[in-house]
């Protein structure tokens, strides 16, 4: 069962470039969305929230397309410090406690 | 506040044990579960509860119990260790009832091996 799918990567990215990860939902009820970080060897973080209408926050661009299911996430001018594994989450309509995570990208920005 | 705090930090049991991994949360959250990572697998619920006293499965229960009897603290209970639980595990709590429509925080995790 491939809830959320994401490709898994590596994408080695060198400093300063654009980068962008695609995810892919099935579940048509699915209400909210979310892209985590997690680093290496520690706890995932909430990067930010999707919404429909697309949100920025800095070098991150999250976008939302209902109609085809699929998310994405835009870094622009990428650091070293954006190495680390990106997860897509995303929600059921009324559930509770049913957030289903990718399996992530990682990514590698080099100098 | 310390956040999201979990013990032991590692762990290493031999098949059939038991052992209890302890998640204490200080933000008054009602929501909090637990989430085993694995190699190659995204996040997969365990258990969760959206209140003191209130507890329910999630999608890879078995092998595991929990209790809630306050709202700070939901430990998970591994009735008898296999090698298949070897896994990374995470407690996260957030503020709403439901649990999925906030953010979620997580504890710095437990890694667990049993041989």
């Known amino acids: 069962r491939k809830e959320v799918e994401q490709d898994p990567g590596p994408f080695n990215v060198p400093e300063g470039a654009t980068v962008a990860f695609n995810c892919t939902y099935s579940?048509?009820?699915?209400?909210?969305f979310f892209w985590y970080r997690q680093d290496c060897r520690k706890e995932p973080k909430l990067l930010m929230s999707?919404?429909?209408s697309g949100n920025e926050d800095g070098r991150f661009t999250a976008q939302l397309n209902r109609a085809s299911q699929y998310i994405s996430l835009l870094i622009r001018d990428s650091k070293l410090s954006d190495s680390a594994t990106y997860l897509c989450?995303?929600?059921?309509?009324?559930?509770?406690?049913?957030?289903?995570f990718g399996k992530g990208t990682k990514l590698s920005v080099k100098p | 506040n310390a956040g999201v705090t979990q013990t032991p930090k590692f762990q290493v049991l031999k098949t059939g044990q038991s052992m209890t991994l302890q998640c204490a949360q200080d933000?008054?959250?009602?929501?909090m579960s637990w989430y085993r990572q694995d190699p190659g697998m995204g996040l997969r619920l365990i258990h969760y509860?959206?209140?003191?006293?209130?507890?329910d499965q999630g999608e890879v229960p078995n092998g595991y119990n929990v209790s809630r009897s306050t709202t700070e603290d939901f430990p998970l209970r591994l009735l008898s260790a296999a090698p298949s639980q070897t896994s990374v595990y995470f407690c996260?709590?957030?503020?709403?009832?439901?649990?999925?429509?906030?953010?979620?925080?997580f504890g710095p995790g437990t890694r667990l091996t049993v041989l």
């Open positions: 996260a709590s957030s503020t709403s009832g439901t649990g999925s429509t906030d953010t979620q925080y």
């Open positions: 579940n048509s009820a699915s209400q909210s």
């Open positions: 999707v919404y429909s």
């Open positions: 989450v995303v929600s059921q309509r009324g559930s509770q406690g049913n957030l289903i």
């Open positions: 933000m008054n959250h009602e929501y």
């Open positions: 509860s959206v209140g003191a006293g209130i507890t």
